[in-house]
């Protein structure tokens, strides 16, 4: 089949060919992150990791949340370009390469982590030149590695016919280096029948091979921490739960990109409320895996009683890691709320006064006061000067933000139930929120209770160098993404055409599923 | 092959820390300072812990030394990438300063803490630098890499290479630092292999003990346990 002079959407191509201020306004300010985490980066190079807030016994800090949290949410595209390519849901097609594409740049910035971490990132080769198999990190290495090539791969086959595509209907004034681009790209693509059949077949195996690999490397990356000794690292189900968190954060995340892509190159007719309603029901699937998995965890370790861990235990529930792991569960619940307004049948007669936005900005406005209120007394000259709050009144104040909370939360109920991409979207929020708390939860209390009885509490305080560098990641992640859409068109123009040719076919299997036929 | 291996008598121990003075001099261990120190930065491959044992008013404080262990079977020596830390013919874990990529994966398997990282470049302030111990085995670490007791593997090689024996059982035996400079006279150095050897009856005593025995990890520090003093050891 000759698809040369197909007629494409221009919706499509629009992205690429036209650049607003606005983007380069975006472009600037991520690579001014970036810069910003790269200077504190070469500093820390030559300063060493005393910059950082870790200590002797706390010797993973933030680096590390971060490298978890990114390679978790790495698994976007294998979810749903691969898992959903094999199992055969169509509506997944407008989305998979947004979502592969968040696959490959999670896993170079959470790479990246591993090297702002090491002390001697100058020998990074020792671990090709004296690597042992033994070391769970040697794992990491060879899993997130064969990911990698992977997942660039997998994100680059679908991509062929849709630079032929580009590289036929580009405009006459476009510049040459673009056309040079995505003839290269192309590889010769004609879409001619034998073409297209080694596509579809190369396509095929890439997808069944890219999920055994995408659930051993974040089962790997939690065997980093269960197969040392430590207390609440050392659990079996650590690889069944990073896999579980690690797909649920990857969905929330390509749920936010979906939206930003939708929003700013007016892509509502291809990424649809439905798309929204489907993911938003996976979402709501894993989230409840993750608190099956979570309370599986913490009861045991809870029920069992061992001192050891229970010292960790008791730092995460009620020490001083119980407001990240409160806000934690608090915002995986929220999440868990909002995505199944929708689901539920719509309440008949119900008048509340409650549901009014004038409501929701005033109990907003005051949860804000309240919550300045208690951070300035908790700031540390306040407490030095003796002017630290009563315990009774951080309560207090603590009861109030949490009824003001639930107050705007009611409030904003209706919003959220009648507009379902804002509502998933803010789930996803609270999702990758909660995630990237969970995964600091699991990282930081553990290392600061040692496993030896008399040994010294370990404090962690992360300095400016890691919320910087922290920043930068993220930055990064998006500045990654920001030149691919420029690049690249976002939402796979093949794919989607080729939907039309399918319908008759899933017609024909539908009715094979018939008892008549 | 001898197996090297200490005993320290819990008993005669003062908790002075004259060991992780010694210990620090000899193997040329860097200052922190006291903002260091504050914040976790100090280096030690000798320290004493405290523990509080009994309930008030049966209370006693108890100071365990500790070196590195130098497990018979080291967790650390298993999950190190790249081999920079391994565990020498006779049973000591040591560090290869040059290979190590600093990712602390073995700090985090010690289940006795007993690794440290330069978190920053080496100082020695003032005149401390001319105090330096000029062997090689003993020059300071690059910054970025972990680094542990040796159970003074310089002091072995030279007593070698001088034909001088070694370990607690010969008056004029060498013996690791700490062991050397011990106040009370409370720590046994020598041959765990060798069983008419002081650190091996001590060991076979029904005092002896290693810490976190169940891990299975087989350290081959072994502690006597306190208020059973017998003179005669």
Redesign the interface.
């Known amino acids: 089949m000759e698809r040369r002079n197909e007629p494409v959407d221009p919706r499509l191509i629009q992205p690429i060919l036209r650049t607003g201020a606005g983007y380069y306004l975006l472009a600037a300010f991520l690579s001014a992150v970036v810069a910003a985490g790269l200077y504190v980066w070469i500093r820390q190079l030559r ?4 910059v950082t807030g ?7 800090g933030l680096y590390i949340t971060n490298f978890v949290f990114f390679i978790g949410i790495s698994h976007a595209g294998t979810l749903i370009s691969a898992i959903l390519r094999v199992t055969g849901a169509e509506w997944r097609r407008p989305i998979t390469r947004a979502a592969e594409a968040i696959t490959v740049f999670a896993l170079i910035v959470g790479a990246a982590q ?1 090297i702002i ?5 100058d ?2 080769l ?2 090709i ?4 198999f ?5 794992w990491d ?1 060879t899993s997130i590695t064969v990911y990698l090539l992977g997942s660039i791969t997998y994100l680059y086959l679908p991509l062929i016919p849709d630079m032929a595509i580009l590289r036929d209907n580009l405009p006459a004034d476009a510049p040459a280096w673009r056309r040079r681009l995505y003839t290269l790209l192309a590889l010769g693509w004609h879409g001619g029948p034998e073409q297209r059949r080694r596509l579809e077949r190369a396509v095929g195996v890439m997808a069944v091979l890219i999920i055994p690999i995408a659930v051993s490397v974040h089962t790997v990356v939690s065997w ?2 269960a ?4 207390p609440m690292w050392h659990s079996t189900i650590f690889g069944p739960y990073f896999v579980i968190g690690a797909i649920y954060s990857g969905i929330a995340t390509i749920l936010i990109a979906m939206a930003v892509i939708r929003k700013v190159f007016h892509l509502e007719a291809y990424l649809k409320p439905l798309h929204f309603r489907y993911l938003g029901m996976l979402l709501i699937t894993f989230n409840a895996l993750w608190f099956y998995f979570t309370f599986a965890e913490y009861l045991t370790t809870g029920y069992g009683g061992v001192p050891h861990e229970m010292r960790v235990f008791n730092a995460k529930l009620s020490g001083e890691y119980q407001a990240a792991f409160w806000a934690m569960v608090f915002s995986m619940a929220v999440a868990f709320v909002i995505l199944l307004l929708p689901h539920l049948p719509a309440p008949r007669r119900v008048r509340l006064p409650a549901f009014r936005p004038g409501y929701a900005l005033a109990t907003a406005g005051t949860a804000l006061a309240v919550a300045l209120v208690m951070v300035s007394q908790n700031v540390s000259g306040a407490t030095q000067a003796g002017l630290a709050p009563s315990p009774a009144l951080t309560r207090l104040l603590t009861w109030l933000l949490v009824v003001l909370l639930l107050g705007f939360g009611v409030s904003v109920l209706p919003v959220l139930r009648r507009n379902i991409v804002v509502g998933t979207v803010i789930a996803a929020f609270l999702v990758d929120l909660g995630m990237w708390l969970e995964r600091f939860t699991i990282v930081v209390p553990t ?1 600061t209770r ?7 509490i ?2 962690y305080h992360p300095t400016a160098t890691e919320w910087i560098l922290t920043a930068a990641s993220f930055a990064g992640f998006a500045l990654l993404y920001v030149i691919f859409v420029k690049l690249f068109p976002i939402i796979s123009i093949w794919e989607v055409q080729e939907a039309e040719e399918v319908i008759p076919q899933m017609v024909e299997k539908v009715k094979g599923y018939l008892p008549g036929v | 092959m001898p197996r090297w291996g200490m005993v320290i008598d819990l008993d005669k121990c003062t908790a002075c820390q004259a060991c992780t003075v010694a210990c620090r001099a000899e193997n040329n261990v860097s200052f922190a300072g006291l903002n260091g120190y504050r914040r976790g930065r100090a280096i030690f491959w000798n320290t004493v812990i405290g523990r509080v044992e009994g309930e008030f008013p049966e209370v006693q404080g108890i100071f365990i030394p500790m070196p590195c262990m130098h497990c018979d079977h080291p967790p650390c020596v298993k999950v190190c990438p790249v081999g920079a830390t391994y565990q020498d013919e006779e049973g000591r874990v040591l560090q290869r300063y040059e290979r190590c990529i600093g990712c602390r994966m073995c700090m985090q398997a010690c289940p006795y803490n007993r690794r440290y990282f330069n978190w920053r470049v080496q100082e020695w302030p003032d005149t401390f630098a001319l105090y330096r111990n000029p062997d090689p085995e003993t020059q300071p670490r690059p910054k970025g890499v972990v680094e542990k007791c040796t159970f003074c593997v310089q002091r072995l090689r030279k007593a070698r290479e001088e034909g001088r024996p070694i370990g607690s059982d010969y008056p004029d035996g060498v013996v690791p630092a700490c062991v050397e400079t011990c106040t009370g006279g409370a720590r046994y150095f020598g041959d765990l292999d060798d069983p008419e050897s002081i650190v091996s009856r001590l060991a076979r005593s029904p005092r002896a003990f290693r810490l976190q025995e169940e891990l299975g990890t087989e350290p081959k520090v072994y502690y006597l346990r306190p208020g059973q003093w017998e003179p005669e050891t």
Do not use: C, K
């Open positions: 300063l060493g990791l005393a870790m200590n002797h016994p706390v010797y993973w591993v971490d090491m002390g001697r990132p020998r990074i020792n671990v030149a004296y690597g042992r033994q070391s769970p990190l040697l290495v980093i921490f197969m040392t000794l430590r290392e040692p496993m030896l009885e008399g040994y010294t370990g404090i």
